[in-house]
């Protein structure tokens, strides 16, 4: 955040007033403030300010029924409509693990929580909002016309927070935590046989951890048999050939707080400007195919086969959005998934000896 002096609550209202079709994170922007501030902005005026207690937000949020879920980065824009069952809590780790909302969270990265009502011509559109302690959006969860209000209603006075004050504390932006690590001292044979040895693709992250390596400076190290660069382009290509194929895939896309993922086919794929977006009946996408950077299949092995994964990378070596053939526990990789990822169009790996 810069040195400027902030506006006001009384400013940001009205700068909300002025722009009423601007997008919340747009104008922030504009304000040179975070979307946490834009919105606390606005207690007591259409938003109440709710306690980040993510265990009891998800079990709360079942009895809502059907809603709209929405996790962000910069770059993507993952919208899932469907119900939140199949909750798992935890302190460190928390899941959702329903058939259309499927979440992987971190509980103690959300610091600042919203319940906000907007008017819209004459429909009042509601919404739970949670951000990190650098004001930055985690997750959201919109109502739909077929969501239980009384529910929400009461999960909403259970979160209330004591503090309704028009003014959030915003510490300054944390590290993305997928950038290039400083002081890794690595080697490409431990490396790769570490790699070599994996069972689960979930044992990546650790494996990541005790090397303390990216995971952009791993798929740069490991060699070709393992990652291999592509076109920037490769993401669209995946998209349109998955949608004439009817393939089902599983797509992420997260922050430091929440992973939100889509498993099954995609059909409708509209690209717009520097946008590839997904409009299916339960599963929006938008994707800013220009944030794109590099584009990977990664290939990491498990007890059932290797598996591939389509992973495109920011400038900063951020992970925007990530992909795989859609596949269960004790299966093999999908046939056509695993043809269309090695086939996809390559470049040379510009760090490749």
Avoid at 46 to 61: F, I, K, S
Avoid at 219 to 246: C, K, P, S
Avoid at 289 to 302: L, Q
């Amino acid at each position: 955040m810069d040195q400027r002096v902030k506006p006001s609550p009384e400013e940001i209202r009205r700068a909300r007033e002025d722009n009423p079709k601007m997008r919340e994170r747009d104008l922030a922007a504009q304000l040179g403030i975070s979307e946490a501030e834009l919105v606390a902005a606005h207690c007591g005026h259409g938003v109440v300010r709710v306690e980040p207690r993510v265990n009891d937000l998800l079990t709360g949020l079942e009895a809502v029924g059907e809603v709209m879920a929405l996790t962000r980065n910069e770059s993507a824009v993952h919208e899932k409509i469907g119900v939140y069952d199949k909750v798992v809590t935890g302190n460190h780790n928390a899941m959702v693990l329903g058939e259309n909302i499927d979440l992987r969270i971190f509980p103690k990265v959300w610091a600042h929580g919203f319940a906000v009502e907007k008017r819209d011509g004459g429909e009042i559109r509601r919404s739970l909002q949670f951000f990190d302690a650098a004001g930055e959006a985690v997750h959201k969860v919109h109502l739909r016309p077929a969501s239980n209000l009384y529910a929400y209603q009461k999960l909403v006075a259970s979160l209330e927070s004591s503090n309704q004050e028009p003014a959030v504390a915003i510490a300054s932006s944390a590290a993305e935590g997928e950038g290039e690590n400083q002081g890794s001292v690595a080697s490409i044979d431990d490396l790769r046989d570490r790699w070599s040895r994996m069972t689960d693709v979930h044992q990546f992250f650790g494996m990541l951890k005790t090397l303390k390596l990216s995971r952009r400076e791993a798929v740069r190290m490991v060699g070709q048999d393992y990652a291999w660069l592509l076109d920037n382009d490769a993401v669209g290509a995946m998209f349109h050939h998955a949608a004439e194929g009817e393939m089902p895939i599983m797509c992420f896309v997260g922050n430091r707080g929440c992973i939100q993922i889509h498993s099954g086919p995609i059909k409708s794929v509209k690209p717009m400007g520097p946008w590839i977006n997904v409009l299916d009946e339960t599963f929006h996408l938008h994707l800013r195919t220009d944030h794109i950077h590099e584009v990977w299949a990664v290939r990491k092995p498990t007890k059932d086969g290797h598996v591939t994964s389509l992973e495109a990378y920011d400038a900063k070596g951020g992970m925007i959005i990530q992909f795989f053939g859609r596949r269960h526990e004790g299966e093999g990789e999908r046939e056509d998934w695993r043809f269309l990822a090695e086939n996809l169009p390559r470049i040379p790996n510009p760090t490749a000896a």
